[in-house]
């Protein structure tokens, strides 16, 4: 389900809760809702809100650092891109193989990265090294040394492109950055909860009803965001692939 469908349905969850407010104020006896009442619910609101506030802040700087990490992930892959070709281009003639099969390798790297042309059972597949990338690196190993300069040319491309495969490995094992249900459920139900307890005591009119409108809002757009970093490679705020796409000029 997309971040936009999840903030929704959390939306809508979450102002729902000014309207059981308003039922419960209804049905409850109005010795219920007496003064000592108010003072529990108010405190007992204010200490979920306090706990419901550090859980959106952690959640919202732990997306975001994710989303920062695996952003320059992508950065260092395609500056590594651009090295080993930039090496095999000074090997020489003998590594041109090499450089067509890198830039055969790039297109299949970008669509296992951000996941195009997969359906939703094929998102958790094992991992699998592209055919391409596989045959580029053996070409690198099997390039003719027959000189100091290209001995020394290999093992620089030879360390780049294990660097390479090591940050690609290191994208898929973040790639499944998702919020567990049941934590995500828990959360939803302390905000739903706090809302309750703003209309319980207070009768709602067009004013109040607008400002809950636009703290819900809220509430549901730190969810948003929230998924939205955690799933950097899909959504409106994914990496862009172009930098890596578009890394190699064609030879």
Do not use: C
């Not at 609101?45 to 859980?55: C, E, F, K, P, Q």
């Amino acid at each position: 389900m997309s971040s936009i469908a999840v903030s929704s349905i959390v939306f809508a969850v979450i102002f729902g809760g000014a309207f059981v407010g308003v039922f419960l104020r209804n049905a409850l006896p109005q010795h219920h809702l007496a003064e000592d009442a108010k003072d529990v619910v108010r405190l007992g609101a204010g200490l979920i809100g306090t706990i419901a506030a550090l859980v959106l802040g952690l959640l919202i700087a732990s997306a975001n650092s994710s989303f920062e990490t695996q952003s320059n992930q992508v950065k260092h892959m395609t500056a590594n891109i651009v090295l080993l070709d930039n090496l095999l281009a000074q090997y020489g003639p003998e590594a041109r193989t090499a450089r067509d099969l890198l830039r055969r390798a790039v297109g299949p790297l970008v669509e296992r990265i951000w996941r195009e042309n997969s359906s939703g059972p094929t998102k958790q597949a094992p991992f699998a090294a592209a055919a391409a990338g596989e045959a580029a690196f053996a070409e690198i190993q099997a390039l003719p040394a027959q000189s100091e300069v290209q001995r020394s040319l290999k093992a620089r491309a030879i360390e780049v492109s294990t660097d390479l495969a090591r940050t690609r490995l290191l994208l898929f094992a973040q790639g499944d950055g998702s919020i567990p249900i049941p934590f995500l459920a828990v959360l939803v139900f302390w905000l739903a909860m706090i809302f309750a307890s703003f209309s319980l005591f207070s009768r709602l009119n067009a004013t109040l009803v607008a400002v809950l409108f636009v703290f819900a809002w809220s509430a549901a757009g730190a969810i948003f965001l929230i998924l939205e970093l955690s799933q950097p490679f899909s959504g409106l705020m994914q990496i862009s692939s172009e930098p890596l796409r578009n890394a190699l000029a064609p030879l």
